[in-house]
């Protein structure tokens, strides 16, 4: 079965600008979630959608933001784009949690 | 959240078992233990997980102690390809049971 897609895998933006990252998850699958990677503060959860309803949301500014579709797909945002939000950002998508995560090989943000 | 404490690293040799443990003295009583596996440039890998019970699966097994204070991920037969950064995580019941709060984990290396 296809796994957990994102797209782009790799994405250079300027500070102050705002980018879009897409997720598509396996098919069955209705709870999403985002993860933020950097070499200093590791894997951080930035939210979780289920059913087009963000469930849990983790210690990131209001900049972060995402939205989830009726098909599961999901999108994150970032607006106003630091030099600080450079990191590899995973998708994740599940059953229903207590099951295991299946992530994706997430999308590479440099912001220069 | 609960707190896991792991080995910053271990080593091994190809095929022989490997046992890699997690503590967690303040895991609640509907915390399941979760493992995971990052292999490089990849996302995590789910690997196992459970909650009072010994797990088995085609890829480890998880032994948890009766008191549920700490837990071991067993491979049975380590090779090249299970070099990776391993992470021990509690999820618990209600609405943290889909955020994994990923800790610096075990680095696992692999000697031929």
């Known amino acids: 079965k296809a796994g957990v897609t994102q797209t782009p895998r790799y994405l250079i933006k300027t500070r102050g600008q705002q980018v879009t990252l897409s997720c598509s998850p396996i098919?069955?699958?209705?709870?999403v979630s985002w993860y933020q990677q950097t070499p200093g503060q590791g894997l951080q959860f930035l939210f979780e959608y289920f059913s087009e309803t963000q469930r849990n949301k983790g210690n990131f500014p209001g900049r972060f933001s995402g939205r989830q579709f009726s098909n599961s797909r999901s999108e994150m945002n970032v607006s106003t784009l630091e030099l600080g939000d450079s990191a590899l950002y995973l998708c994740?998508?599940?059953?229903?949690?207590?099951?295991?995560?299946?992530f994706g090989s997430g999308t590479r943000l440099t912001v220069v | 959240d609960a707190k896991t404490t792991q080995p910053n690293s271990m080593e091994s040799n190809e095929e022989e078992p490997v046992h890699l443990p997690c503590n967690h003295s303040?895991?609640?009583?509907?915390?399941?233990i979760h493992w995971y596996r990052q292999l490089p440039s990849q996302g995590p890998e789910y690997v196992i997980h459970g909650l009072t019970s010994n797990v088995n699966n085609r890829m480890a097994s998880l032994a948890i102690a009766e008191d549920r204070k700490s837990s071991t991920l067993i491979l049975h037969r380590a090779t090249l390809r299970d070099a990776a950064v391993y992470y021990c995580?509690?999820?618990?019941?209600?609405?943290?049971?889909?955020?994994?709060?990923f800790g610096k984990g075990t680095l696992l290396t692999v000697n031929p």
């Open positions: 995580i509690l999820a618990g019941s209600g609405g943290s049971n889909y955020k994994l709060t």
């Open positions: 098919s069955g699958h209705r709870s």
């Open positions: 994740a998508s599940g059953v229903r949690g207590l099951d295991g995560y299946t």
């Open positions: 303040t895991i609640s009583g509907t915390d399941y």
